[in-house]
């Protein structure tokens, strides 16, 4: 006589969440930073945030108005996708979202938070670039927003 093993299947322990997309991650990040205040600051997020991913992520410091914004920061592969070096210029004249007549950092700004924007654009090579962005609002006072950092990836249509 045999005995019946009655095997029921091991459960597993659920998985961890993993963010996998960089927007998700660096809003995470922006989230651990702020630790209960309102914003963390440009430096804080500079310093810890997105350590592999530091080619995807732009600074724009914040003027007065939407003219007045520029970016003062840049990684290789955000400057890949636009095909040029836009750190000087402003925001509007190069951010993929300016191609649509929008512009999202003063929203950032006005509203306090984050805010995710996904489209397309055409760079100054040509080529049609799908992109992915978070754009988060830092501030060295906890009063006024003074830079957005933005996390951004892409990928070039063939």
């Known amino acids: ?15 961890q969440w993993n963010e996998r997309r960089l ?3 660096a809003l995470s990040e922006w989230e651990s930073l702020r630790a209960g205040r309102a914003f ?16 995807n992520v732009f600074v724009v410091e914040v003027g007065k108005s939407e003219a007045e914004d520029r970016i003062i920061r840049a990684g ?8 040029l070096n836009p750190v000087g210029r402003r925001a ?3 951010l993929p ?8 950092c003063h929203t950032v ?7 995710a924007d996904i489209g397309r654009f055409t760079n100054v090579r040509g080529d049609d670039v799908w ?13 006024r927003v003074n830079h957005v950092v933005g996390a951004f990836s892409y990928k070039v249509v063939q």
Request: proline share 10%; with cysteine; glycine share 2%.
């Open 1 to 15: 006589m045999s005995a019946v093993l009655n095997e029921q299947p091991e459960t597993a322990a659920p998985p």
């Open 109 to 115: 700004v006005r509203f306090q938070k984050p805010l």
């Open 23 to 25: 927007i998700g991650r």
């Open 131 to 143: 992109y992915r962005c978070i754009l988060l609002p830092t501030s060295t006072d906890q009063i």
């Open 92 to 94: 509007m004249d190069v």
């Open 40 to 55: 963390p600051s440009c430096v804080e997020f500079d310093n810890t945030a997105l350590p592999d991913n530091k080619a």
């Open 76 to 83: 290789r592969r955000f400057i890949e996708a636009l095909g």
């Open 97 to 104: 979202s300016a191609e649509r007549r929008l512009s999202f």
